[in-house]
């Protein structure tokens, strides 16, 4: 069972356009939800996250929301430039980060 | 400092034969954890070190695959009689207990022929 459902596989967007990723869990105990940024034969990194105790997190051109009753979160990226394309993993972790469960990726081609 | 270092950095193997792959986590980080990452899918957990304690083998795929940490440092994951479907690029991270972020390696890619 996947814990983590992202969407879209792939998405193209247009330079200084809005790039927008979704995912959504089912486990309730899931407390800490990240997104993870991936470039071509790199590991992931960490670019932002969020705690369910607050509805939405903005650090530069980068948002989540956080919808709890609807058990879905979503990455905003602002203004998005050729340097964002990259592939973008949302996770989520709760049990103290004991472990982290990653949806399948959204491979981001911002186009100039 | 350094990051989470892996090697090698490719591997190709015949099927039917035993690797091992290699990770030296952030001095320090106590949390080491190995994922699988197939071309185009995402990260699918496969085992969790957290100091002394137990270890959480819950997603190993089979009893082919086993892993082992040196006391808070180095692990090994070590793949026997691989097959064809073993091909993916294995990640390691590392972090401290109960605290973020996971730090990546930059993976292993592995394929098997």
């Known amino acids: 069972q996947q814990q983590v459902k992202q969407s879209p596989q792939s998405l193209i967007v247009q330079k200084g356009g809005i790039s927008i990723i979704n995912c959504a869990y089912e486990n309730t105990a899931f407390d800490y939800f990240p997104w993870y940024q991936q470039f071509p034969g790199k590991g992931p990194a960490l670019l932002i996250a969020?705690?369910?105790?607050?509805s939405e997190k903005k650090e530069g051109r980068f948002t989540i929301s956080f919808n709890k009753s609807a058990k879905q979160f979503s990455l905003h990226i602002m203004d998005s430039q050729p340097g964002d394309s990259a592939t973008y993993f949302c996770a989520a972790s709760g049990d103290n980060f004991n472990k982290f469960y990653f949806g399948s990726g959204t491979k981001l081609n911002v186009k100039p | 400092g350094a990051g989470v270092s892996q090697s090698p950095s490719n591997k190709v193997t015949e099927k039917g034969k035993d690797v091992e792959l290699r990770c030296d986590p952030i001095s320090g980080h106590t949390a080491l954890y190995w994922y699988r990452q197939r071309l185009g899918q995402g990260l699918e957990f496969l085992i969790y070190?957290?100091?002394?304690?137990?270890?959480?083998k819950s997603g190993l795929p089979s009893d082919r695959f086993s892993a082992e940490r040196t006391g808070e440092s180095v692990s090994t994951l070590t793949i026997q009689r691989t097959q064809q479907e073993d091909s993916a690029v294995y990640l390691c991270?590392?972090?401290?207990?109960?605290?973020?972020?996971?730090?990546f390696g930059n993976g292993t890619r592995l394929t098997v022929t």
């Open positions: 991270a590392s972090s401290l207990v109960g605290q973020t972020p996971l730090h």
């Open positions: 070190f957290q100091g002394n304690s137990a270890p959480d």
């Open positions: 969020i705690r369910p105790d607050v």
